[in-house]
């Protein structure tokens, strides 16, 4: 029984498909959306964290220093999701 290996190539191209560029700028407006949901936790995280130390709360002020850096690293990931997921894209691109 012979073995026949296929060779399969992958070029994403979405100009391809219809309604790509609405696709495209729903992802831009949900990204930026995103970011300003961030801001404003950012500034809650930073209101409480002050806000418990000035009451002596550790518990607020724990909960709010939290806060500050799950928002600052979301705001990180969003801001770099192109660049990451083309990164990814890139290394499985070049996998033999």
């Given amino acids: 029984m012979a073995r026949v290996m296929l060779e399969v190539s992958l ?3 979405p ?9 495209g700028d729903l992802m831009n407006g949900l990204a930026g959306w995103g970011l300003i949901l961030a801001v404003g936790i950012f500034a809650f995280g930073g209101a409480q964290w002050a806000l418990g ?16 850096i799950v ?3 979301a705001a990180l990931l969003i ?6 997921i ?11």
Avoid: C, Q, Y
């Fill in 86 to 96: 083309n990164f990814f894209f890139r290394v499985g691109s070049g996998l033999h």
């Fill in 53 to 68: 130390n000035a009451t002596s709360n550790m518990s607020w002020a724990e909960r709010g220093k939290t806060t500050v």
């Fill in 11 to 13: 070029n994403p191209d």
């Fill in 71 to 73: 928002a600052a690293l």
């Fill in 79 to 84: 801001g770099g999701a192109a660049i990451i």
């Fill in 15 to 23: 100009s391809k498909l219809p309604g790509s560029g609405t696709l």
